[in-house]
């Protein structure tokens, strides 16, 4: 079924693309630009998103000197055309190169937008102009202006905006080719002129040329939703939703209405279909989770402000799935990484974590002092500029509401969390590959007393090499058990796949914490071979085992992988079975046994072997990481223990422990 309906799309995609490439689009939708725009009446006034810039000049003493400053040298930098855009430094100029591409000696054509080749090889990755032109940095020069009243910010607002408008016309060039970046510049566009417009109304003809453009904007995303609404049902219709409305309120038109309407139609739909009822996202991506977060609660801050009548739905849903964001949350603020991640962020209202300002916003916007996120500063920026000194009065007030452990659990969504306030976490991927997520389950993460000791691989970039690609999000990029070296799932496009592995059960359990899965591996017309994985952590001992139980007949080659943060040093083997290693302060140990299960049941090791793997830290980077695998040819059925120790106590021995329980509990079986 899966297979039909994947054929199905990819017909209609291709009928899609014949339409866009006829020219019928371009003479209707261009038709409709050039006749409906600029005859438009807007009304401005009524929105007031960000309460801080009117509370800021009697709370100006209250602002950290250090954040301003900080904030004035990003806005200085700014102005300087100094742009960090993922792993490389675009610097211009007095004139800002809009169409420029990760190749510096590359400029986007200016055709018409569905004309243009987005895997054209001489630019590079298209995101690397997305990421610019997404103009986030305004709002760090709106924060800086209202920091110092310097006048430089307010005509470097207005100087980037026009010199976009120049060399952007309607329709033409890379900047209008995807409808979720103009969505995502929008609302870039609209948040940063809450901090200049005392000074924007005095300039007509900015004002005109600004809203004229967001006018276009709405109409862009309107046009080209139904695309979205069939083929991209995850962030990207989620931010041309918000996009759509926060456009049509600040136009305050009534020709905008429609747009708000066709929005909260395909909102009622979206909520249901992307936010599971256990809170996980349909996206299989912390990053997008939270990403998409981060645009519904603007949304319902927007909605408040406007005296809307909330959906009771939406309420719920974001909640659930802002439970789960929390679970995520690592001792830094940072979030766990698993399946694909751009580092994108939807506003700079501050310096922290994009999980840490939604979670703290959220607090405020739900009541809920659970959401609360402990911060060593008492000025939180985000609230104070989105709630005013009212919001942020009312979170200094809340309680900090920090249990010992957070466990989540989503069967649907096939992720399991647990973290503590010492800092350990693990997170267990349950599901298999699906569009943002990787191919990988039965795949973990950890970290120990705020240390990241196993990692996932990362994701590098979406537009490079069909090899780097595949193998970022592949099963071989994963701490996995692996079998005959066969992946569990086959990536066909960039965010496709084709799915072989069919999980039959998940389970949860308190004490210890326990996260299991039960598969059958992809076979391609061989005998089956059924998986069990159990992760047992014992964060009050200091260690975690892991149980993998495979069922079937003849051998096989048995690979288990572990990849470890490029931080762990001094790793060494110990007669090639014991694996002994460091991260700073906290030191640890590593074995890995098995025992026919058709036999004796007696331990025996598998010795390991010491790589380097590539890791991706971040968008745009990739780097070499100690990664080791315990491989060896094995007679089905059989019963592997993984122990990673950092406890102190004499790994050797605990390891025949937990065998001798693991064992007895099989017997009685």
Known sequence: MKIIKTMIKIFLLLLYKL???????????????????????????????????????????????????????????????????????????????????????????????????LNNKKAGDVKYTWELNRFKHLVVLGRAYSFSKQEKYLLEFKKEILDWISQNPPEIGINWSSSLEVSLRAISWIFAYEFFKAEIYKDETFLENFTSTLFKFGQHIYENIYYSEFFLRNNHLIGEVVGLVLISYFLGSDACKIWREKAFQILQEEVINQIRDDGSSIENSSSYSIFSMYLLLLLIVVLKRKGDNLDNLLLRKVQKGLEVAKAMRKIDNTNVNFGDSDDAKVLLLSNLPQLEDLLNIASIVFERDDFKINTSDDFQESIFWIFGKQGL???????????????????????????????????????????????????????????DVIVDSGTYKYNCSKEDRNYFRSTFAHNLLIVDSIPQDIPLRKFQWLSNTKVRNRWYGDVPILFGVEYIFPRFGFPKIFHRREFFLYPDDDFLVVLDTLKGSKTHLIEETFRFSPLVKNMEFDNSTLLKGKIKDLKFNLIVGYTDLSKSLEPSFIKGTMMQSWFSPKYGVKMLTPTVVFRQKLNLPVLIISLLNWSGKDTLNLYNNIFSNTISIYRRE
Not at 85 to 94: E, L, W
Not at 407 to 434: H, K, M, W
């Open 19 to 117: 339409f866009l490439y006829s020219g019928c689009y371009w003479l209707l939708k261009g038709r409709f630009i050039s006749s409906e725009s600029g005859k438009e009446k807007f009304e401005l006034s009524n929105l007031n998103i960000l309460n801080g810039v009117d509370d800021l000049k009697e709370f100006r003493f209250q602002i950290p000197i250090d954040l301003a400053k900080k904030t004035i040298e990003e806005a200085n930098r700014i102005c300087e055309h100094k742009f960090d855009v993922f792993d490389k430094i675009f610097s211009f100029g007095d004139d800002i190169q809009w169409k420029i591409s990760e190749n510096p000696n590359y400029t986007w054509p200016d055709k018409k937008w569905f004309l243009i080749n």
């Open 393 to 451: 009065a009312r979170w200094k007030t809340m309680k900090l509401v920090s249990g010992e452990r957070e466990v989540v659990f989503c069967p649907e969504g096939g992720i399991g969390l647990y973290n503590n306030q010492r800092g350990d976490l693990i997170f267990v991927q349950l599901t298999g590959a699906s569009g943002h997520g990787h191919s990988g389950i039965g795949h973990f993460e950890l970290s120990v007393k705020g240390h």
